[in-house]
């Protein structure tokens, strides 16, 4: 640890740079004759530096021309998928990209991004449940209710697979998400089924308890408050 002296010292030093002009003018000129001895050196340091700028800015408008590209080609995939004709809309029409297209040939941008939900939910309804996990776990956005949406689905897909402990994780981690009146009690509601089917009558307790206790504006504290009386009538048994 420095001392005061040693740090009075640096002052004194710092502020000789800053006022006398001898001194700042000899640091100059040590700079000078460093680039001076190194001109391969600097000029390489400044090339580099300048590709790295040109290489952001192309890789940016390489990047948002992908997106309008995927944008586009994913507006039929979108329709498929609001007819609820998943096959047409996850694989395409022979004419028209599908959104495991849009994932693959569109990698990186926010099209496949949100490609990658849309999948995730089709393979979720068609009972993929494993593959549904993959693609939601490649999902990710800051809208606060897709995001929890996503988490849940992926509870859901856990659900199916008998993984009940993943489930309440991602059930969990739903409710929590930016937590809300409208669906984090639904989301905790999961995740009490959740607990029970795993036998931990304390988890699911203290799910309901926090909807009654949290959420008592939301629909789902009457039932709620049942489940917490079916759970201590059958503890206390």
């Known amino acids: 640890m420095a001392t005061k002296r040693q740090k009075k010292k640096k002052q004194a030093e710092s502020k000789e740079f800053y006022e006398n002009p001898e001194v700042l003018a000899e640091r100059i000129s040590k700079t000078e004759e460093f680039l001076e001895k190194n001109k391969t050196l600097s000029l390489s340091i400044f090339i580099g530096l300048g590709l790295v700028i040109v290489l952001f800015f192309v890789y940016g408008y390489y990047m948002d021309n992908q997106n309008k590209l995927a944008q586009d080609d994913m507006f ?18 022979g004419n028209n990209y599908g959104f495991k297209d849009i994932v693959e040939e569109y990698s990186g941008t926010e099209s496949a991004n949100l490609a990658n939900f849309y999948s995730g939910v089709i393979h979720l309804k068609k009972g993929n449940s494993k593959v549904a996990i993959l693609y939601l776990e490649d999902f990710s956005t800051s809208d ?6 996503s988490y849940s689905l992926i509870g859901d897909a856990n659900m199916e697979l008998g993984e009940f402990e993943k489930a309440v994780e991602y059930y969990e981690k739903a409710a929590d998400h ?14 009490a089924v959740a607990y029970e089917k795993l036998g931990q009558w304390e988890g699911a307790k203290s799910c309901y308890q926090q909807i009654m206790e949290d959420y008592n504006g939301s629909t789902e504290v009457q039932a709620a408050k049942k489940n917490l009386a079916r759970l201590n009538a059958k503890t206390a048994s």
């Open 178 to 191: 930016r937590a809300n009146e409208y669906f984090s009690p639904i989301y905790l509601k999961k995740a």
């Open 144 to 149: 606060l209710l897709v995001q929890a949406r």
């Open 76 to 93: 039929q995939a979108v329709f498929y998928f609001e007819q609820d004709s998943l096959d047409l809309a996850l694989n395409g029409d």
